[in-house]
């Protein structure tokens, strides 16, 4: 019998599989294939403080081994998400984090006080890495003064777990976490989606309505294990690592370079079932290797 | 209920340059039920393929438990699926979206183009069993384009278009003597294929009071309203073409 509890800071997971904001709907989508309450948390869709269209369509171009999104937060709104959505989500057994994100400070300010008061949401997920708004998002995430002033201002009005999630679209990023890290956060995320772009050559027009977009799926994941492995050497927080995670062997290898916990993300377009499959995967791996919890992949990396 | 389901291959028909129909076999689990305008959202394992393909519902048996899917090779993914040997498993997330709801009218006109044709066979179908006889319009680039027209016979009338006059009438759907009647003999489209054509068609209807329903085929991720990918703008805001569509009422989108 394997141990697959993980603790990052408060917050307590059954197992170290979480679901990625924006790949999981409110978590009901995926009712139909997978039992939510077996997961370790889900993160729920980006949520500002008023509601956003999105941008335009099309936000969305295949590429090879992944894809290219421009949603840009298309969401309720914090009110709405209150008052309609967690009312039928509050039922999971499982760690519902918001994914929280905003344009101004004061807005993720406001926005986080809000969920703070909600008893069934443990703690939220700050997107200071959203590369598909003109304004806010990544703008906060890609320099670290204001990486700082933006957790240190939502610290002081959210007392619950606070997870930040971090941008890859930055030079140095282990110097982002470390900030990240001062100004209060309670664990740090990682990957947001790289910045990318595809173009129709025979219309000589980009894809996407925005020109540009979030490149995630599994091209992505070399990226995000080496970004993993460089933040858990550097802060003491709990780091989640997420970017390309399809298969059990995946998670682990996040967990060997220093993540505590896993996201998936876009793998669940592609098999929604694969949440259970990796959970079962890490646990046969545990199993294989005479380890008895999923803790002692932490960083067990012989380099 | 949404159902993940492996199929086997149990034929594939090449119809034409660039349309195959697959047959697939479902397994022990008996067929949900399916309407017409749904879709399936199809795994395929191929390098250069790592989304599933959403393809539309050509037709059922539910005896048999077989699905059919009208394929147009037009890329990577869809000439992957078209290759596969009889007996390949095929993974389905389906039945997928909101398809075509029953007319309040008897007079119905079935406008297909390319591969829009695809639900509309599935639909016929619907549409007979309650006593509603189909007459579909079909429009293509050229003869050798046309595909199953048999099968869409066996419901009822066919009219075709193509472009260069290789058979039917010489334009575009709109330009059928169909089309041309100062009061249309129907009073519902149900319609499928390019955006450009549905737009028409949306305009028509409009002119004529008829009530015209559209089927997006909007690029999508996950197919069950998580990525918010394939959103249409509809006089509610923007709409995810693969949850509250593919099949809207024309006058609800911002056309």
């Known amino acids: 019998m394997v141990d697959l509890k993980v603790k990052l800071g408060s917050l307590e997971l059954q197992n170290p599989v979480m679901t990625a904001s924006g790949t999981y709907g409110y978590g009901e989508e995926y009712e139909d294939f997978v039992d939510i309450n077996r997961l370790g948390g889900i993160v729920v869709k980006g949520t500002t403080l008023h509601p956003r269209q999105g941008n335009d369509y099309p936000r969305m171009a295949e590429t090879p081994m992944g894809m290219l999104n421009a949603v840009g937060l298309q969401n309720v709104g914090v009110d709405r998400f209150i008052s309609e959505i967690y009312p039928r989500i509050k039922k999971y057994r499982t760690n519902i984090l918001v994914n929280v994100s905003g344009s101004t400070v004061e807005e993720y300010v406001e926005t986080a006080a809000k969920i703070n008061a909600l008893d069934h949401i443990p703690g939220i997920e700050l997107n200071i890495s959203c590369p598909n708004v003109k304004e806010g998002g990544m703008a906060f995430g890609t320099s670290c003064p204001s990486t700082i002033a933006v957790t240190a201002a939502v610290r002081e009005v959210y007392n619950k777990h606070m997870m930040v999630k971090l941008s890859p679209n930055v030079t140095n990023i282990a110097e982002i976490a470390l900030g990240v890290e001062s100004a209060g956060a309670d664990s740090v995320s990682l990957i947001n989606t790289l910045l990318g772009m595809a173009i129709d050559v025979e219309q000589r027009r980009p894809v996407l309505s925005t020109i540009t977009g979030g490149l995630s799926g599994a091209a992505v994941k070399p990226v995000a294990l080496r970004m993993v492995w460089q933040v858990a050497q550097a802060v003491k927080i709990p780091v989640v690592g997420m970017g390309g995670i399809s298969n059990a062997e995946d998670a682990i290898a996040f967990m060997l370079a220093g993540a505590s916990a896993v996201q998936i993300g876009t793998a669940n377009f592609i098999d929604p079932k694969v949440t259970e499959k990796v959970i079962a995967g890490i646990e046969d791996y545990l199993v294989r290797h005479n380890m008895t919890s999923v803790a002692e992949l932490k960083g067990a990396l012989q380099a | ?255």
């Open chain 2, 1 to 255: 209920m949404k159902y993940l389901h492996d199929f086997t291959l149990v034929n594939s028909e090449r119809q034409t340059d660039d349309f195959v129909v697959l047959t697939l076999q479902g397994g022990a689990e008996p067929l949900p039920e399916l309407q017409p305008g749904q879709f399936a959202e199809v795994r395929v394992d191929a390098p250069g393929a790592y989304l599933r393909r959403p393809l539309s519902i050509h037709d059922v048996d539910y005896d048999k438990q077989q699905i059919k899917l009208l394929v147009q090779e037009v890329g990577t993914g869809t000439r992957a699926l078209t290759a596969l040997a009889l007996g390949s498993t095929i993974n389905m997330l389906y039945p997928l979206g909101k398809g075509y709801s029953l007319p309040d009218s008897k007079r119905v006109l079935l406008v297909g183009g390319g591969c829009g044709v695809a639900p509309l066979l599935f639909l016929g179908r619907y549409l007979k069993k309650n006593g509603i006889t189909p007459r579909f319009l079909i429009g293509t680039r050229t003869a050798a384009g046309l595909v199953r027209l048999d099968a869409y016979r066996e419901l009822g009338e066919v009219m075709v278009t193509t472009e260069d006059g290789s058979a039917g009438t010489k334009g575009y759907v709109i330009h059928h003597p169909v089309m041309k009647t100062e009061t249309p003999d129907f009073d519902w489209i149900y319609t499928c294929g390019p955006e450009a054509m549905m737009r028409i068609l949306a305009k028509y209807a409009n002119k004529h009071g008829l009530s015209c329903q559209v089927s997006l085929e909007n690029h999508m991720a996950c197919g069950i309203g998580a990525c918010l990918c394939c959103i249409t703008p509809t006089k509610d805001g923007h709409k995810c073409t693969c949850t509250d569509g593919p099949v809207f009422d024309s006058k609800y989108l911002q056309w």
